[in-house]
């Protein structure tokens, strides 16, 4: 079983509330460090991993275990970042780092109304993020120590979670 002791490279989870900024930061980072972005959202869509679709909050319905098996092969070689809204369903071992993007209300609800959600899918959006429950979820999943939360509302933020992020990596190959 791969773990970060066998791996060549780190996995990095990069989760969030819709809207918070986690595939603008993944893209980025893919682009700067060679690590290989995965989308979920997308891997499962084209996968077929979804087993369903939620009228209310109009969204598919994952298919946990398919979407884990589709993924176990890549992750386990290492070296990707894994964009998805919430992580506390993949393996533990998968993840040597989690960060976990904030975004404050009235940014996020601007950016989910240009997205053209529904009020019903951006109220519930602002609820999970004001109670916090994608962080309290890794945090519940993870090793303490593992998660990191990142505040993400404007470019310079951006910029600075970037830095940190390679500066992470750069740490961690210098110690594997
Ligand atoms: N740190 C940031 N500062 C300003 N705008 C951002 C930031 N991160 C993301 N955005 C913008 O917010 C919107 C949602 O970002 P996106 O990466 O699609 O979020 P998610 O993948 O979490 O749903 C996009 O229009 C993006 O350009």
Known sequence: MANATSRGAPNIMIAGTPGTGKSTLGKELSQRTGLNYINVGEVAQAAECMEGYDEELQCGILDEDRLIDELEDVMSQGGNVVDYHSCEFFPERWFDIVFVLRTDNGILHSRLTKRGYCEKKIESNISSEIFQVILDEAKESYAEGIVHELPSNTAEE???????????LENWKSQH
């Open 158 to 168: 951006l910029e600075s979670n970037l830095d940190q992020i390679v500066q992470w």
